[in-house]
């Protein structure tokens, strides 16, 4: 009875992210998407315990072996085993990529298994000469299951990561662009002064790094006053394109965040995936490429981000409570961060769900152009460079498997994302 | 009106002067230059190297090159003759050696064909679709189509062309009829599955689910129907794997030609709608919900305006109008989805052109088609806007 009661009473003081909470669950479709995710990201984990192989083990007798069959019973006698077994398998004709099963000995799967060969320890895996290639092999004999499991470290990572920088991005630069909608700023004398003290720094740092103390103190007074100059002419330029007040310099820093953001979004974004690409050596290490993937990814996302958040703050701004926080004279910097951020908050963990598969989509189109991560790095998209060759694609379909991993890995994000809406938007609770 | 035309003109002209200008940075910024490579050839001698950079400008500041090189897209006297001019001259290809906009013209009209074909289908599908989704809500159509629009969404672009094109080499070899029946049944799983979960819990949920059930299995039967009618259309069952036209294009009659491109249309269409209308269905159904909640419906249906005219009138014409302001971002939606089919299935179009051309580092191969594949995006946010104009008077006053 005590416990209804109090039951009831939490009942009556729930707050909003508590019904969110309680709707998101209720919700099958998001359950699923979530379920999906937390699978992938524990398989993610303990990738190199899971796959029964190393990252860049090879079996160069088995190239496209399909996925091997295992067995309870023997072929032939139907001797029935305890424990699962794996025939080895032979090329017969060699070079044919065709195989088949050696009958005389049987290879039992062990579990917690370390590979004679070499390796650290697995999950489960045989005896050499055979091979437990669950999902075949691919061109080069490796095996297709473990590459999927390593694989998933990239694409389950660079989705979280991306959206933290495209959204670290978008989001200030929206916020902004919609604090600052229809109040153009007045390019004050600071904007001088902010220069003066950063040229001489720079001037002094550059100066006295090559040179003498005198040398940095002449280049630093330099850089300040050229630069002031400088930023006083760009001042009256920009003030002048953009139409600011005669008598005040003004700049509206909403309307040239908007054009810029514009002009990005007028490229067809995969068309500028590739263009920026181009920008990066080719010779770089994968984890290299893996960052600058993010960066140009991000660089192309942040305007759409930019102008939703825009609009959620140019909504917020005109509420009661903003009012009041200037009423009583709280700092711009203060309403910013404690009143408009926290209310776009809801919105804006449902954009970045769903605009997480755009990263692992980008990834893994690049990769898959060769344009991304490299070999023997795995990743979904490299491993469907194979499936270029159409006779490879026709003859050994295995090799599409990884396509099929970024498919849930997108769908889960997608399901959780929208259950996520459907739960935190209270438009749609009725 | 007029005046509004011209007053996105003029922006257009903005637009594009800054696209150039970005364009070219990007390529100013690359490392590595085609010439480079030429220049670990041994047979290809310095000076020739050196004579190309005098002649394209390389040696000169970026603001020298940048200037020549949109001197030659606006028209311009050819050698100072006030007589000749020369206009769209986009620099030259060093590895093909022919003028870069003659290499890009014919990849922008396959690319356009590609991308047009797509809007159409796409549209023509999913508007209905939508429609009828919002109209009987939760009925087998709209369970059919939020199911259809899940798994449409999901698929990477490139890698429902590599299953298609792995199907399309199976389907001779396997007998149609185990295809369908392989395709109901998953599709009869997959409903299975989504009937089990499906959206709402409690008393409705055996009703949704049973749709659900239904409109999985009328997606899968659907899809693969069409798939086969046409199929048998052409009186072949197999899709030719990639490419725009057949080995023997050349000696068909026009109309032969013409089904020809037909034939190799459709899978490329296949795979940019699935994503298309996967995101129009959605729209069109959540726009339409909007709309058949106002109130000048519910004064519609009170004066006995009939069910079917309130939709058609009222409902669908104003459900409209957000629906044309995507068909400015389809352009690039599709355009991009293009750059992936295109690079798959290779279809001659400027996202392989840039595909190579980035590979191959040749400069200004890279900068004219970024630059014409926005002008087409440009183009198209063009039409839509003009296109709400027309629909919509408010936007031409504000």
């Given at each position: 009875?005590?416990?209804?009661?109090?039951?009831?009473?939490?009942?009556?003081?729930?707050?909003?992210?508590?019904?969110?909470?309680?709707?998101?669950?209720?919700?099958?479709?998001?359950?699923?998407?979530?379920?999906?995710?937390?699978?992938?990201?524990?398989?993610?984990?303990?990738?190199?315990?899971?796959?029964?192989?190393?990252?860049?083990?090879?079996?160069?007798?088995?190239?496209?072996?399909?996925?091997?069959?295992?067995?309870?019973?023997?072929?032939?006698?139907?001797?029935?085993?305890?424990?699962?077994?794996?025939?080895?398998?032979?090329?017969?004709?060699?070079?044919?990529?065709?195989?088949?099963?050696?009958?005389?000995?049987?290879?039992?799967?062990?579990?917690?298994?370390?590979?004679?060969?070499?390796?650290?320890?697995?999950?489960?895996?045989?005896?050499?000469?055979?091979?437990?290639?669950?999902?075949?092999?691919?061109?080069?004999?490796?095996?297709?299951?473990?590459?999927?499991?390593?694989?998933?470290?990239?694409?389950?990572?660079?989705?979280?990561?991306?959206?933290?920088?495209?959204?670290?991005?978008?989001?200030?630069?929206?916020?902004?662009?919609?604090?600052?909608?229809?109040?153009?700023?007045?390019?004050?004398?600071?904007?001088?002064?902010?220069?003066?003290?950063?040229?001489?720094?720079?001037?002094?740092?550059?100066?006295?790094?090559?040179?003498?103390?005198?040398?940095?103190?002449?280049?630093?007074?330099?850089?300040?006053?050229?630069?002031?100059?400088?930023?006083?002419?760009?001042?009256?330029?920009?003030?002048?394109?953009?139409?600011?007040?005669?008598?005040?310099?003004?700049?509206?820093?909403?309307?040239?965040?908007?054009?810029?953001?514009?002009?990005?979004?007028?490229?067809?974004?995969?068309?500028?995936?590739?263009?920026?690409?181009?920008?990066?050596?080719?010779?770089?290490?994968?984890?290299?490429?893996?960052?600058?993937?993010?960066?140009?990814?991000?660089?192309?996302?942040?305007?759409?981000?930019?102008?939703?958040?825009?609009?959620?703050?140019?909504?917020?701004?005109?509420?009661?409570?903003?009012?009041?926080?200037?009423?009583?004279?709280?700092?711009?910097?203060?309403?910013?961060?404690?009143?408009?951020?926290?209310?776009?908050?809801?919105?804006?963990?449902?954009?970045?769900?769903?605009?997480?598969?755009?990263?692992?989509?980008?990834?893994?189109?690049?990769?898959?152009?060769?344009?991304?991560?490299?070999?023997?790095?795995?990743?979904?998209?490299?491993?469907?460079?194979?499936?270029?060759?159409?006779?490879?694609?026709?003859?050994?379909?295995?090799?599409?498997?990884?396509?099929?991993?970024?498919?849930?890995?997108?769908?889960?994000?997608?399901?959780?994302?929208?259950?996520?809406?459907?739960?935190?938007?209270?438009?749609?609770?009725? | 009106?007029?005046?509004?035309?011209?007053?996105?003109?003029?922006?257009?002209?903005?637009?594009?002067?800054?696209?150039?200008?970005?364009?070219?940075?990007?390529?100013?910024?690359?490392?590595?230059?085609?010439?480079?490579?030429?220049?670990?050839?041994?047979?290809?001698?310095?000076?020739?190297?050196?004579?190309?950079?005098?002649?394209?400008?390389?040696?000169?500041?970026?603001?020298?090159?940048?200037?020549?090189?949109?001197?030659?897209?606006?028209?311009?006297?050819?050698?100072?003759?006030?007589?000749?001019?020369?206009?769209?001259?986009?620099?030259?290809?060093?590895?093909?050696?022919?003028?870069?906009?003659?290499?890009?013209?014919?990849?922008?009209?396959?690319?356009?064909?590609?991308?047009?074909?797509?809007?159409?289908?796409?549209?023509?599908?999913?508007?209905?679709?939508?429609?009828?989704?919002?109209?009987?809500?939760?009925?087998y159509l709209?369970q059919g189509s939020v199911f259809f629009a899940y798994v449409g969404?999901?698929v990477?672009?490139?890698?429902?062309?590599?299953i298609?094109?792995?199907l399309?080499?199976?389907?001779?070899?396997?007998?149609?009829?185990a295809l369908m029946t392989a395709m109901i049944l998953s599709s009869a799983a997959f409903a299975l599955l989504g009937g089990y979960?499906?959206?709402?819990?409690?008393?409705?949920?055996?009703?949704?689910g049973m749709n659900f059930l239904r409109g999985g299995l009328l997606t899968g039967v659907v899809s693969f129907g069409i798939i086969f009618?046409?199929?048998?259309?052409?009186?072949?069952?197999?899709?030719?794997?990639?490419?725009?036209?057949?080995?023997?294009?050349?000696?068909?009659?026009?109309?032969?030609?013409?089904?020809?491109?037909?034939?190799?249309?459709?899978?490329?269409?296949?795979?940019?709608?699935v994503?298309?209308?996967?995101?129009?269905?959605?729209?069109?159904?959540?726009?339409?919900?909007?709309?058949?909640?106002?109130?000048?419906?519910?004064?519609?249906?009170?004066?006995?305006?009939?069910?079917?005219?309130?939709?058609?009138?009222?409902?669908?014409?104003?459900?409209?109008?957000?629906?044309?302001?995507?068909?400015?971002?389809?352009?690039?939606?599709?355009?991009?989805?293009?750059?992936?089919?295109?690079?798959?299935?290779?279809?001659?179009?400027?996202?392989?052109?840039?595909?190579?051309?980035?590979?191959?580092?040749?400069?200004?191969?890279?900068?004219?088609?970024?630059?014409?594949?926005?002008?087409?995006?440009?183009?198209?946010?063009?039409?839509?806007?003009?296109?709400?104009?027309?629909?919509?008077?408010?936007?031409?006053?504000?």
């Open positions: 009875m005590a416990l209804i009661q109090a039951e009831s009473r939490i009942e009556s003081q729930t707050t909003e992210w508590q019904i969110a909470k309680r709707l998101l669950l209720k919700n099958r479709l998001a359950m699923i998407g979530f379920w999906i995710l937390v699978i992938l990201y524990f398989v993610m984990i303990f990738a190199s315990f899971l796959a029964p192989y190393e990252q860049v083990f090879a079996d160069r007798e088995k190239n496209y072996h399909p996925p091997v069959g295992i067995h309870f019973f023997e072929k032939g006698t139907k001797h029935f085993h305890w424990m699962p077994f794996v025939y080895n398998t032979i090329e017969f004709p060699k070079y044919s990529r065709h195989y088949v099963p050696d009958l005389k000995s049987i290879y039992p799967v062990h579990f917690f298994f370390r590979n004679p060969e070499g390796g650290s320890l697995h999950l489960f895996g045989v005896e050499p000469p055979a091979r437990i290639f669950l999902f075949g092999s691919d061109d080069s004999g490796r095996d297709v299951f473990t590459r999927i499991l390593y694989g998933s470290r990239v694409a389950l990572t660079i989705g979280i990561i991306g959206v933290f920088f495209s959204y670290g991005l978008g989001v200030t630069i929206g916020g902004l662009s919609g604090f600052y909608a229809g109040k153009p700023l007045p390019l004050g004398v600071w904007w001088e002064i902010t220069w003066m003290l950063f040229g001489l720094l720079l001037g002094g740092w550059s100066g006295g790094l090559h040179g003498h103390a005198w040398q940095g103190i002449r280049e630093g007074v330099l850089w300040a006053l050229a630069g002031a100059i400088l930023v006083r002419l760009g001042i009256w330029m920009v003030s002048f394109v953009s139409g600011g007040e005669k008598e005040r310099a003004c700049i509206d820093l909403d309307n040239w965040i908007q054009r810029s953001g514009e002009m990005l979004m007028m490229f067809p974004s995969l068309y500028l995936l590739l263009g920026l690409r181009a920008l990066i050596p080719e010779n770089l290490s994968s984890t290299s490429v893996y960052f600058l993937i993010i960066i140009i990814l991000s660089f192309i996302r942040w305007p759409a981000i930019a102008r939703i958040v825009r609009g959620l703050v140019l909504s917020i701004r005109e509420r009661e409570f903003v009012a009041a926080a200037e009423a009583v004279g709280g700092s711009n910097l203060r309403i910013v961060m404690r009143h408009i951020i926290p209310n776009t908050l809801s919105q804006i963990i449902v954009l970045v769900t769903l605009s997480i598969p755009s990263f692992i989509l980008g990834e893994a189109f690049l990769s898959y152009l060769d344009l991304g991560i490299r070999e023997p790095q795995a990743s979904w998209g490299n491993m469907l460079t194979q499936a270029q060759d159409v006779v490879a694609l026709m003859h050994y379909p295995w090799i599409l498997l990884p396509g099929l991993f970024i498919f849930l890995t997108v769908l889960g994000f997608n399901l959780l994302g929208d259950g996520l809406r459907d739960a935190l938007d209270p438009k749609m609770r009725s | 009106m007029i005046r509004y035309i011209a007053e996105r003109l003029i922006i257009m002209l903005f637009l594009l002067v800054g696209i150039s200008f970005i364009s070219f940075l990007i390529m100013q910024l690359a490392p590595g230059s085609y010439l480079d490579t030429m220049a670990l050839n041994p047979q290809i001698s310095p000076t020739y190297i050196a004579q190309m950079k005098e002649k394209f400008g390389l040696d000169k500041p970026w603001y020298v090159q940048y200037g020549h090189w949109v001197k030659g897209i606006v028209p311009h006297p050819v050698n100072g003759n006030w007589r000749h001019w020369d206009y769209l001259d986009f620099g030259i290809s060093f590895a093909e050696q022919i003028p870069v906009f003659d290499m890009l013209k014919p990849a922008m009209l396959n690319t356009f064909i590609l991308a047009t074909v797509a809007v159409v289908v796409s549209w023509i599908v999913a508007l209905p679709l939508g429609v009828i989704g919002a109209v009987k809500q939760n009925g709209d969404f999901a990477p672009d490139f890698f429902l062309a590599l298609l094109l792995f399309a080499a199976h389907v001779k070899l396997v007998p149609i009829s979960f499906s959206l709402d819990n409690g008393v409705t949920r055996i009703k949704n009618a046409i199929a048998r259309l052409f009186q072949s069952a197999d899709f030719p794997i990639g490419g725009m036209r057949g080995s023997d294009f050349e000696y068909l009659s026009p109309w032969n030609q013409y089904l020809d491109l037909l034939h190799h249309l459709f899978l490329p269409t296949v795979v940019l709608a994503g298309n209308v996967a995101y129009l269905i959605r729209q069109m159904r959540a726009s339409m919900l909007d709309v058949l909640r106002a109130e000048y419906v519910t004064t519609a249906r009170a004066k006995g305006v009939p069910e079917f005219q309130v939709i058609r009138k009222h409902a669908f014409r104003n459900a409209l109008n957000p629906m044309i302001t995507l068909l400015g971002f389809e352009f690039g939606f599709l355009l991009s989805g293009a750059l992936a089919v295109e690079i798959v299935m290779s279809w001659p179009g400027l996202g392989r052109v840039i595909y190579e051309a980035i590979i191959q580092k040749d400069l200004y191969v890279v900068m004219g088609d970024l630059m014409l594949s926005s002008f087409l995006l440009i183009i198209g946010n063009l039409l839509a806007d003009i296109l709400l104009a027309w629909s919509d008077p408010r936007i031409k006053v504000g």
